[in-house]
């Protein structure tokens, strides 16, 4: 019994971080087609990469949506976590329902329906169109890891700043921003990173010329084939994943990061 | 000055809750409002849609043979992905909970990490693997096993396959917070009750982790809902599902029956939620939802 708990967690790996693998390998690959084992080592796929417009446009623009998306998810996602963490009642369990919901709805009817809205409204550029269902999809990231960072907060605190008359900012500056930000960051990255690979609502939002680079591999897929620059995209992306979750490693902590994405 | 200060605190409370509360009711709330809208009208061939009220998207959805296999093959496959993530992901959770703190987190970090990683990317890893050319047929060719590549994607064992793995890191953390809330001292009882390991099983860690196999399958299924880009890589074109034809109705510029499919899609979601909280009833577990 124990031994076939320990094959299928084995399995378990073996599937979600081999297809990882073999693509981060294969984007080193010297020749022009796929090959396994590849056949040399070389860096042409990722010149390849960077030596395409609308590539290294792509990623140019999947970098700005994120950062743009994460910074307006997080603003909004503090206000609306520090102004109702600590009420109760059915109408403010209905508010922050609404704010969390975009972590089980279906993307896919999320993007629809921000597509005929806009169109409903005469048109929003395609960029802006992007950054604003991100923000949605980020909010509840960072509503919930805020949250919960508040709720660790002694409410005395905060008390004892009114008392002795501190405005609301500088309650907020001088007392919860210090006790909050790991909330805040570890919902920021989590938003940069959903941002990064989001396809469901980008299917729908991206227009010709405007694309991320998640579609931008989709699309590669779909109808060239199968180029080796796309390993590189992918290997590219990956690469920046890793970093980011080294980093949020040190500023954060590992549970945060385990908490955060489940 | 009481009464300034309780005045201050509740513009403070309205200043910050007001934006974000406009930012999800228009983008959010607002859109989902219009999309029913748009699903109760007609096509149009210049507009967005016809002018007159109809059902007749609804009709269609729930008359025609057509939909009725897709929305089985639909349910069919969120049931398939969420039993194959069900046992691997509890008998992954079952090795990995009981491991010392810092162990545990690497491990789970180690599933974790990877779903940060875009879905095209993951699926795309799966064609380098399964594809004509890809890592399995070149190896059995080498060794002489198969003549030509064997085809092992562009079916529904493959779009399967592919999501279960894709997701299966959901359902295994959240198995593992469940086991790990559990009380060791219930296990204790049961085994100095003289129960054995699978009846300890059975009638213990199973119905207190019940939270967990919830939240996991849940998350599980509503994911397979909206996975366009995997299920077209690994199924190929004709390897339809229901939000294959939300994005077909698009393409073709029928949004009120794109909108109405859209509607169908969160009903199926809304259904299935209810049944797995029916049938698993967490809230038994006290303390958790």
Redesign the interface.
Request: glycine residues 4%; positive net charge; without cysteine.
């Given at each position: 019994m124990r031994g076939l708990l320990i094959a299928l967690t084995g399995f378990s790996y073996v599937v979600v971080l081999l297809p990882i693998l073999i693509v981060v390998v294969t984007a080193f690959s010297a020749s022009e087609f796929f090959a396994f084992p590849p056949k040399g080592f070389s860096l042409r796929w990722f010149e390849a990469f960077f030596a395409s417009d609308s590539m290294r446009g792509a990623f140019s623009r999947s970098l700005q949506i994120a950062t743009i998306a994460s910074i307006l998810a997080t603003v909004l996602g503090t206000m609306a976590s520090i102004a109702i963490a600590r009420r109760k009642g059915t109408l403010f369990n209905l508010v922050q329902g609404m704010f969390l919901a975009p972590l089980i709805f279906p993307a896919i009817v999320l993007g629809l329906s921000l597509l005929i809205f806009y169109k409903s409204i005469g048109g929003v550029p395609d960029f802006l169109g992007l950054v604003i269902a991100h923000s949605v999809l980020g909010l509840p990231f960072v509503v919930r890891s805020v949250t919960s960072s508040l709720l660790a907060v002694d409410p005395a605190l905060e008390e004892a700043g009114q008392s002795l008359k501190a405005s609301p900012v500088d309650v907020f500056i001088f007392i919860i921003a210090p006790l909050i930000w790991p909330g805040m960051l570890a919902g920021g990255i989590f938003a940069f990173i959903l941002s990064l690979g989001e396809l469901n609502t980008a299917l729908f939002l991206t227009g010709p010329g405007v694309t991320t680079l998640p579609i931008e591999i989709f699309s590669y897929l779909q109808f060239q084939g199968g180029q080796l620059v796309i390993a590189a995209a992918s290997a590219i992306q990956i690469f920046m994943i890793i970093a980011i979750v080294l980093i949020a490693e040190r500023l954060i902590g590992l549970k945060r990061i385990v908490r955060s994405e489940s | 000055m009481g009464s300034g200060?309780s005045m201050?605190?509740q513009t403070?409370?309205w200043a910050?809750?007001a934006?974000?509360?406009l930012?999800?009711g228009i983008?959010?709330?607002?859109?989902?409002l219009?999309?029913f809208w748009?699903s109760l009208h007609g096509a149009s061939s210049t507009e967005?849609f016809g002018s007159n009220l109809s059902g007749e998207n609804y009709y269609r959805i729930l008359t025609d043979s057509f939909y009725h296999t897709i929305i089985l093959r639909t349910l069919w496959a969120g049931m398939s992905i969420m039993l194959l993530c069900l046992?691997?992901?509890y008998?992954?959770a079952?090795?990995?909970a009981p491991l010392p703190p810092r162990t545990r987190?690497?491990m789970?970090?180690?599933?974790?990490?990877?779903?940060?990683?875009?879905?095209?990317?993951?699926?795309?890893?799966?064609?380098?693997?399964l594809?004509r050319?890809?890592?399995v047929n070149?190896?059995l060719r080498s060794t002489g096993l198969i003549d030509g590549p064997l085809l092992l994607l562009n079916s529904f064992e493959a779009v399967a396959f592919g999501l279960?793995?894709i997701l299966?890191?959901?359902m295994?953390?959240?198995i593992v917070?469940a086991l790990n809330a559990i009380d060791r001292q219930y296990i204790e009882a049961a085994q100095s009750l003289k129960a054995n390991?699978v009846r300890t099983f059975i009638e213990v860690v199973w119905p207190l982790s019940s939270p967990g196999v919830a939240s996991g399958t849940?998350?599980v299924f509503?994911l397979t809902?909206?996975a366009?880009?995997t299920i077209?890589?690994l199924g190929g074109p004709r390897m339809k599902l229901l939000?294959s034809l939300?994005?077909d109705s698009?393409s073709g510029f029928r949004?009120p029956l794109?909108?109405a499919l859209?509607f169908a899609?969160?009903t199926l979601?809304l259904v299935v939620a209810g049944l797995i909280l029916a049938l698993l009833r967490p809230g038994r577990v006290q303390g958790r939802g």
């Open positions: - | 200060l201050n605190r403070a409370f910050l809750l934006p974000p509360l930012f999800v983008f959010f709330v607002v859109p989902l219009n999309l748009v967005l046992v691997l992901g008998a992954t079952y090795v990995i987190l690497i789970l970090l180690l599933l974790v990490a990877p779903l940060m990683v875009s879905n095209v990317i993951r699926a795309y890893g799966w064609i380098a693997i594809g050319q890809g890592v070149s190896m279960m793995t299966l890191s959901y295994v953390v959240s917070n390991p849940l998350l509503l809902l909206s366009y880009v077209t890589l939000v939300v994005f698009v949004w794109a909108a859209s899609l969160l979601a």
